[in-house]
């Protein structure tokens, strides 16, 4: 595909290469880094790591697109508000890039070791690169639209589990406590006696892959924003699952209340949430 290489690299080598040169650069400072700011609230940090990974990645990219769009999460002021405003501002941009430069940060910051570079590449408002890289398992997740989606070079497929009752679902607990949070304590009491069992392992980018890898059969989260979900949703789309909103809406840009899965449970996850009112 022509569109897709330019001067030689490949949209999804540059990603690629920022994902891990970033997620090493990331691995260096865990535990070994100077200054840590809080955004809104305990809940919601911020590292100089953060900042560092998404400069490093935006420069990279600009220096092979610089015709591209770019939309970064700490670029962006903290609140709902100013994220979905964000992506209004360059959705209508032909390339745009869509960078996570740590998904879990507080599981950085407290050196629980789940944490990734997230860094999607959109056409017309449409994902056609995924990449997802976990420094500490040096695990890289990679998808291209029609093309399917890799672990390791290994072709990814999602799990062939049925039933709830069989799967290892995730979720996660939102930093928004006015908002988000109690609506998803809906959904946790709803849907935690239905699965296998439950977890909330802190980073949205990683619950996706893990879902496109089988590892997990769903995912759920109520108040994400664009970069958190935009690599995942290919990863696990390229892999044979499904990516809506909580409402079963097909996954978009602008999706903030997104539900993951194999696509078997997706229907009983959707209507488990929506018995529980934690949809909407
Ligand atoms: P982050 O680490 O990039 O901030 C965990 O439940 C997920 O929620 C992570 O993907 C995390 O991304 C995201 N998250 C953390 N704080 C958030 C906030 N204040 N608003 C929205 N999402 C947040
Ligand atoms: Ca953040
Ligand atoms: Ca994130
Ligand atoms: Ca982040």
């Not at 080598?13 to 090493?24: F, L, M, Q, R, T």
């Not at 092979?64 to 769009?69: A, C, K, L, R």
């Not at 997990?216 to 892999?239: H, K, P, R, T, Y």
Request: net charge negative.
């Amino acid at each position: 595909n022509n569109a897709s290489v330019v001067g030689g690299k490949s949209f999804t080598a540059v990603a690629i290469n920022c994902a891990s040169k970033a997620g090493e650069w990331i691995k260096t400072k865990l535990g070994n880094y100077a200054s840590l700011d809080i955004k809104y609230s305990s809940h919601d940090l911020v590292t100089e790591v953060d900042k560092g990974s998404e400069r490093l990645i935006r420069n990279l990219i600009m220096t092979h697109f610089p015709q591209h769009s770019f939309l970064g999460e700490e670029g962006v002021e903290p609140g709902p508000a100013a994220s979905t405003q964000a992506l209004e501002d360059v959705r209508e941009a032909e390339y745009l890039w869509i960078v996570d430069p740590i998904d879990g940060t507080t599981n950085f910051v407290h050196g629980f070791p789940f944490f990734c570079v997230s860094i999607a590449l959109a056409h017309n408002g449409q994902v056609i690169v995924g990449v997802v890289y976990d420094p500490m398992k040096d695990e890289l997740f990679v998808a291209e639209r029609g093309k399917g989606a890799y672990v390791h070079g290994k072709r990814m497929q999602v799990s062939g589990e049925e039933t709830l009752r069989g799967s290892l679902v995730a979720t996660g607990l939102p930093a928004d406590h006015q908002y988000a949070l109690p609506l998803n304590l809906k959904g946790i009491e709803a849907v935690a006696p239905k699965v296998r069992n439950l977890r909330i392992a802190g980073s949205a980018a990683m619950h996706m892959a893990y879902v496109a890898a089988g590892r997990l059969s769903g995912f759920w989260e109520i108040g994400l924003s664009s970069w958190d979900i935009a690599a995942g949703s290919l990863l696990v789309q390229e892999s044979g699952g499904v990516v809506t909103d909580t409402n079963g809406n097909p996954y978009q840009l602008g999706v903030r209340n997104v539900v993951a899965s194999n696509g078997l449970i997706q229907r009983e996850l959707i209507a488990s949430l929506a018995e529980a009112k934690a949809d909407k």
